[in-house]
Nanobody, 125 residues
């Protein structure tokens, strides 16, 4: 089974950028849809972005379109989330997740069976 480890979070000023990485162990990484979710303090965890197994289809939550870019490198067993134009409201723990569904279900938390432990992103104003 795949295990996921996120990295790349940190403290950044508003307007700044980060690249989050999620490294997967195991040889079946390319079999999974990969997603990024985030949980802000006092809020429910929410969907951010997803990418299909081959990396050629992506899906974003409306508020991050144009600022966040999800990509994957199956040869490196890694999925990335490039974030630009960060806002204080982007402050959250960011989680990557692996699942088997694509299509409309890619934005649903219950579609994902494997989760990383998260990386903190803090955006100062």
């Amino acid at each position: 089974q795949v295990q996921l480890v996120e990295s790349g979070g940190g403290l950044v000023q508003a307007g700044g950028s980060l690249r989050l990485s999620c490294a997967a162990s195991g040889r079946t990484f390319s079999s999974y849809t990969m997603g990024w979710f985030r949980q802000a303090p006092g809020k429910e965890r929410e969907f951010v972005a997803a990418i299909n197994r081959g990396g050629y289809n992506t899906y974003y939550e409306d508020s991050v379109k144009g600022r966040f870019t999800i990509s994957r490198d199956n040869a490196k067993n890694t999925v990335y989330l490039q974030v630009i134009g960060l806002k204080p409201e982007d402050t959250a723990i960011y989680y990557c997740a692996a699942g088997l569904d694509w299509g409309p279900m890619a934005g649903v938390e219950l579609s994902y069976d494997i989760w990383g432990q998260g990386t903190q992103v803090t955006v100062s104003s």
